[in-house]
């Protein structure tokens, strides 16, 4: 029996994880799904599922959440700023409870592209290796959702913005990062490898807008803005300035192929190929 946890089960990607193990024929009693609010995945807990409560600031819950825990997969904070510390207690409890794999979601090409949200997420893997815990780092590229769950400024203004010029994002759906990862967590041999994540078709900005346009019979472009107006914009938008910082950052990244992922690797684990921009878009207008 090998007894698998899967932190911020709360989150969308980890209890999307949770779906993948049980789909892959998973025992409902050999996962672990952890959150630090418990009612949050009580619907787990009612199908079967051990829910144990873990943050990743109160290192103390995370040695009784990790207690027994044979592999593990770490999902990044989302608290951009403070995830080095969050995540090195999350790293030194699996130490302490003698985990024999960590399955870190990093982000992709983060010691190749430049991009300032990768800075933690290279910070966590040094750790990783200086602890000497066994890891495999799935290095997650964008996700499509990042685009497709917020659709009404884009139907209200007729335009999708950004500042990435013709650079291509090798975005896939959620639920294929959450196959993937239950994909490496159910299979022998993972310590030291590092996937490079991201969907089979790269995708302009300009051929998101001609996609969505199609699925919704709307007229609707891509605007390509300077750095300065695209901050602007979203700061004016209501988003936070530092926030806004790290948006324009990774279009700028973007634009000179740091979210480009061409190996394959995320078809190859899950065994299909990657939802299709069209799949994504189509679903989200529908939905």
Known sequence: MTVVLVTGASGHLGRLV??????????????????????????????????????????????????????????????????????????????????????????????TGGLALAAE?????????????????????????????????????????????????????????AEAAAAVLLADDQPGKVYELGGDVPFTLAELAATLAEATGREIGYRDLTIEEHTATLESAGVPAPYAALLVDSDQGIGRGALHVDGGDLSRLIGRPTTSLTEAVRAAVAG
Do not use: M
Not at 42 to 56: C, I
Not at 77 to 93: I, L, P
Not at 136 to 152: I, K
């Open 121 to 177: 997420h290279l910070e966590t893997e040094r750790l990783l290796r200086e602890r000497g815990v066994p890891t495999v780092l799935l290095r997650n590229g964008w996700y499509v959702e990042n685009y497709t769950e917020n659709l009404d400024p884009v139907l209200a203004t007729g335009s999708v913005v950004g500042s990435a010029g013709g650079g291509k994002v090798s975005a896939a759906a959620r639920r294929d990062y």
């Open 18 to 111: 949770v779906d993948a193990l049980l789909e892959r024929g998973k025992p409902a009693g050999d996962i672990v799904a952890t959150a630090r609010d418990l009612d949050a995945i009580a619907d787990l807990a009612a199908r079967g599922v051990q829910t144990r409560r873990a943050d990743y600031t109160d290192p103390a819950s995370l040695d009784a959440a990790f207690a027994g825990v044979d592999r593990l997969l770490l999902v990044s904070s989302s608290a951009v700023g403070s995830r080095v510390e969050q995540h090195a207690n999350v790293v030194d409890a699996a130490s302490r409870a003698g985990v024999d794999l960590v399955a870190y979601t990093s982000i992709a090409n983060a010691d």
